[in-house]
């Protein structure tokens, strides 16, 4: 498969077009980012962790019956997926409260939300990604009542594998990030699972082990994101998953 023209440009990925129909290239770049772009750095070896972070989590989420858009990685950085129609939402599952929802609501940091809290947000870099709610989202037509609650039950399920997944190899989930899009009318998984859309604490420690550590200055980005790309291929301390 050949790489062809850049089809879109974000903070820390590109999508370029292939020379198969309907198969798009997603590069993971070593660009690194925070607080709405005002932060910005170039870590060397970060784009290769996410991307192969990503794609093993895509994989195992496909075994596990959730529909995404992964098809295979093409080099070290760079996934092949399928082209989807994108729904301009951000979807947040929290399992502890962290980041934003400590600086907005009353909770302190490491309160378990239990069950775990789902947050939507508008994706829009001009607009600072508002909240929406579920009024707000069918007002503005961006998905049907069926489609949101399809949403709704795919990101916990989500949040059910990943989270026992990790918490098998010591580390606890504490919110991720996720973006869907349709194929065929069909909702489907998309954009990346990665250390930059997590946020993930050694259960041991505390250490933060994602973007976190880049956010808050907390030590070495690539040390935290190369330790969560050996712990999950690892096996698990006590058996399943
Ligand atoms: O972490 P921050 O204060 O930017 O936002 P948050 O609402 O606390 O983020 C919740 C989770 O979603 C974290 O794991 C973020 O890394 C992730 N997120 C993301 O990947 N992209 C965004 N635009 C916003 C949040």
Redesign the pocket.
Known sequence: MRQLDLVYEGKAKSVYRSDEPDRLIMRFRDDIT??DGEKKDVLSGKGRFNAEVSAFFFRYLEEHGIPTHYLGLIDQSAMVVRNLEMIPL?V?V?NIA??????RYPFKEGTLLDPPVI?I?Y?SDVLH?PMLNDDLILALNLVTRDELDLIKAIALKVNELLSDYLDARGITL????MEFGRRDGEICLGDEISM????LWDRETGRSL???VY?LGKGDVIAAYADVARQILSEPAGGAP
Do not use: Y
Not at 196 to 199: I, Y
């Open positions: 925070a607080f951000e947040i929290r962290a980041g934003s929802i400590v600086r947050m947000d994706k990604d504490v919110d991720f990030k930059d859309s997590m946020r994602d973007k976190d956010r």
